[in-house]
């Protein structure tokens, strides 16, 4: 059995509309991009994951979350 998993940062999305920008703002300078992550940007792991190329990857954890999981 493979289990694999996005860790993923905070993405600007629907529910994110709902967010204080002006509170979020401050914290997201915290991140080394200093910023939240487009949808798109997650895509990409979500393919390779889901594809035929990770058919020997396992128990991996993919951090997409703007660089907050290299400050720990």
């Known amino acids: ?3 694999n998993a996005i860790m993923a940062g905070p993405f600007l999305t629907d529910i994110s509309k709902s967010w204080d920008m002006d509170v979020v703002a401050e914290k997201f300078k ?3 991009l200093q ?3 487009n949808p798109d940007e997650i895509i990409g792991a979500a393919l390779y994951l889901a594809g035929p190329g990770s058919t020997y990857t396992s128990g991996a954890i993919i951090p997409v979350d703007g660089g907050r999981t290299a400050m720990r």
């Open 30 to 32: 915290t991140l080394p």
């Open 1 to 3: 059995m493979r289990v």
């Open 35 to 37: 910023r939240a992550g």
